[in-house]
Structures are given as structure tokens and as C-alpha cells.
């Protein structure tokens, strides 16, 4: 069987990662027995410097024809600021591809590796058997705001972003966080701030009417701003946790003190529920283009690794090979072979050696 994939680097260390993240692709491809075709592209700023847009239609395209999406990472100070006419989407590459493609589901496992734990900052006992599923709603919220800009109001400027959800992209994401539940530990909590906000109140309205039509999940609602703080407190308590755009946002970059370093954390972003079948996703490390360590060859190549597996699990029904492959990565590291991030010196290359051999022993 042949199967295609879309690979972008986008700026800072995507490239770099991207490199590496390729290499374990082929690595499992071939142990699975299918061919490999992949087509490369420009993201974001990569994209801008040569086209003058952050993500061309040949891009989109290519997306749409292939059955997954590598992404490295995109970003980086000369391109932030910048602002194109049209929405949202358009002044992001990975938001204009989230957008076009529907990848509503966002995937952020964060968990904790034995060997780490003195890397993190929690004491031995507390978050050892840490192993939480934010799911972040990908293509609504304050980020896809429609109405949104810079204005003057009685003189003073005032900047806005009309935060808006509907029941029925609350409704499909909620489904996946249930259904996904339901193959793990069967808890769920949603998280929002229906105390003070309109959007959040329906947001918790349709996610408990969702949950009635899944009593074999534990679900709660719990304030976000409590939630982050027992993520924190308990962090063996959660199993899903699922968060609207932005809350899942940040609420992934938190739980990626679990495992020591940002540069752990992979995710996928699904165009449909991966309960009943093979899905098109885009797949990514969770962190962003760092570029305080790019072109340096150090960046931890762990989180885009994963992102590789997560790919094999969700859109090639190979959650074996997921799994294969995360039993490499956690002997690698208990063989303390460890990148700076975590008070090592190994390459993002030579993690990727050491976790290769493992993969193949
Ligand atoms: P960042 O996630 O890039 O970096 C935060 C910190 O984590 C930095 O100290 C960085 O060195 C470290 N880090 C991140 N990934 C690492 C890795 N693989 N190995 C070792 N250390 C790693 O966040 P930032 O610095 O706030 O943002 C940088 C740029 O990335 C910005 O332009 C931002 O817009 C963009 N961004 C992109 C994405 C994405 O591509 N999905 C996500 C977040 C931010
Ligand atoms: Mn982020």
C-alpha cells in the first residue's frame, strides 16, 4: 500500500525536528511493509520569504491530496507582526491549513517518563504515573475570531477578538473527547469559565448534553482556572481533558512539565473522530520554532517523533507501531541519553540513532 505524505518545515528548529521526525517515518513505514511518498513544502515564514504569503493554494492542495501532514513548527519574530488582509486564517500558515481542513481535533498527550522526574520541578510521587489527554478545539474560538481587529473608542484605541462558538462545533468536538475517553481510562472533565462568559455556557450547555449519551465516562465540569491548578496539584487524577482553542493552548504547554521539556509533547490535529477508523490529521510537535536554539542541531527531536507515531495510530491504524515506538523512546532516555533540554549534550540527530536501534532491536 502506498501512502503520502505532506511534509512542512516551517522556520526555527521545524526543519530540523521535521529531519528527524522523517527519518523514524521511513524507519516504520518500511517495518510496516508500506510505500513511502513525500512531497515537501514551505510553511509560514518559510513560506512568506518566498511567496509573500504564509501558506500557498499548491500547499492547500498538496494537503488535501495527501493522507497526513508532518508539520515541524512555524514562527518566529520577523514574521509575527506582520498582517495580510482577510482573516484570521490567513496570518498563520498552520491556521490557514487547520482551517481549510477541518482538523477540529486537537490531541496533546502529556505524560511522565520515570527517568525524568528529577528533571521536572514535582516531588517524587506526584506526578510519576502522569499521563493526561488535553484535547484542544482547533478551528474555532478567540483565535478564529471573525470580527476582530484594532479600533478607537471615545479616543482610545481598544484591540478585540469576538470570542464565538456554535453548538455544532462544540458538539463534534465533544464527541471525540468522549469517544477517545472511552478507549482510555473512561474520565473526562471540560473545562471553561461558563461563571463569567457567554461562549462557555454554551460550551458547557452542549458538552453535558453530550456526555448523557456517554454514562461509561466519568465526566465533570470544572473551572479553568481551578482545572490549571489541580493539573498541577494532582496530576494523576486526569485522564481527558478537553479545552476550547485557546485554553488548550496553554493548558498543553503546562502539562509538558510532566515530562521535563516542551520538547517532549507531540500532537495531532484530526479532520474526524479517530474512534471508528482511520482519520486525515496533521501532525506536530506541540512546541513552537524556538528560536533561541535553531540551527544548532540541539533541539529535542522527542515531541516530533511521537507526533510520527500518533500518525502511524490515527491516520494508518498502526497503533502498534505507536506503541513500538514509544517503548524505544522511554528506553532511550532511562539509558540517559538525553538532549540539553533535559541536562544532556546528545544531538537531535543522535537521539534519533539511539532511537532507532531500539525501535529495530
Ligand atoms: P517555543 O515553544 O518556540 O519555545 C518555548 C521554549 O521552549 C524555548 O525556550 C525553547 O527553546 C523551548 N523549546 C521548544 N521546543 C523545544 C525543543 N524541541 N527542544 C528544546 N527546547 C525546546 O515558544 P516561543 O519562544 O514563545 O515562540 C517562538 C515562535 O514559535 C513564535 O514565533 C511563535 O509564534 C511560534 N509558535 C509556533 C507554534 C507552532 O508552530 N505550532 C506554537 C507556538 C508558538
Ligand atoms: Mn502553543
Not at 46 to 74: I, M, R
Not at 279 to 289: L, R
Not at 293 to 315: C, E, Y
Request: charge should be negative; hydrophobic fraction near 40%; include cysteine.
Amino acid at each position: 500500500m502506498q501512502i503520502n505524505i505532506l511534509a512542512l518545515g516551517g522556520d526555527g528548529i521545524g526543519p530540523e525536528i521535521l529531519e528527524q521526525g522523517l527519518r523514524v517515518t521511513h524507519a516504520l513505514a518500511d517495518r510496516a511493509g508500506l510505500n513511502l511518498n513525500v512531497t515537501h513544502n514551505l510553511l509560514h515564514g518559510a513560506a512568506w520569504e518566498a511567496h509573500g504569503t504564509f501558506c500557498t493554494e499548491e500547499t492547500l492542495a498538496q494537503a488535501k491530496a495527501s493522507d497526513a501532514v508532518l508539520v515541524g513548527a512555524v514562527g518566529g519574530p520577523r514574521w509575527d507582526n506582520i498582517r495580510v488582509p482577510g482573516g484570521a486564517e490567513r496570518q498563520d500558515g498552520l491556521m490557514y491549513l487547520r482551517h481549510h481542513l477541518q482538523t477540529y481535533l486537537g490531541l496533546r498527550p502529556a505524560r511522565a517518563w520515570p527517568s525524568l522526574m528529577d528533571h521536572t520541578p514535582f516531588r517524587p510521587g506526584l506526578a510519576d504515573k502522569a499521563d493526561v489527554l488535553i484535547l484542544r478545539e482547533m478551528c474555532g474560538g478567540a483565535m478564529f475570531a471573525t470580527e476582530r481587529g484594532q479600533r478607537r473608542v471615545n479616543g482610545v484605541r481598544q484591540g478585540y477578538d469576538l470570542t464565538a462558538y456554535d453548538e455544532s462545533e462544540i458538539a463534534r468536538f465533544a464527541h471525540g473527547g468522549f469517544q477517545l475517553a472511552q478507549k482510555r481510562r473512561g474520565r473526562l472533565v471540560s473545562c471553561d469559565k461558563s461563571n463569567v462568559m457567554e461562549s462557555y455556557k454554551l460550551w458547557r450547555e452542549i458538552v453535558t448534553e453530550v456526555s448523557r449519551e456517554y454514562p461509561d465516562v466519568a465526566f465533570q465540569n470544572m473551572f479553568a482556572d481551578n482545572c490549571t491548578y489541580q493539573l498541577m496539584r494532582r496530576p494523576e487524577d486526569f485522564d481527558v481533558v478537553l479545552c476550547c482553542n485557546q485554553l488548550g493552548d496553554i493548558l498543553s504547554d503546562l502539562t509538558a512539565v510532566y515530562a521535563g521539556s516542551l520538547g517532549m509533547l507531540p500532537s495531532a490535529c484530526l479532520a474526524a473522530n479517530p474512534a471508528t477508523g482511520p482519520v486525515f490529521g496533521m501532525y506536530e510537535s506541540t512546541s513552537g520554532s524556538a528560536p533561541d536554539i535553531a540551527g544548532r542541531g540541539i533541539a529535542n527531536p522527542v515531541g516530533m517523533i511521537l507526533s510520527v507515531g500518533m500518525m502511524f495510530d490515527h491516520s494508518f491504524d498502526r497503533p502498534d507501531l505507536a506503541q513500538a515506538l514509544e517503548t524505544a523512546v522511554s528506553l532511550t532516555l532511562s539509558d540517559n541519553i538525553l538532549p540539553p533540554d533535559l541536562g544532556g549534550a546528545t544531538s537531535s540527530a543522535a537521539m534519533t540513532d539511539a532511537i532507532l536501534e531500539r525501535l529495530a532491536a
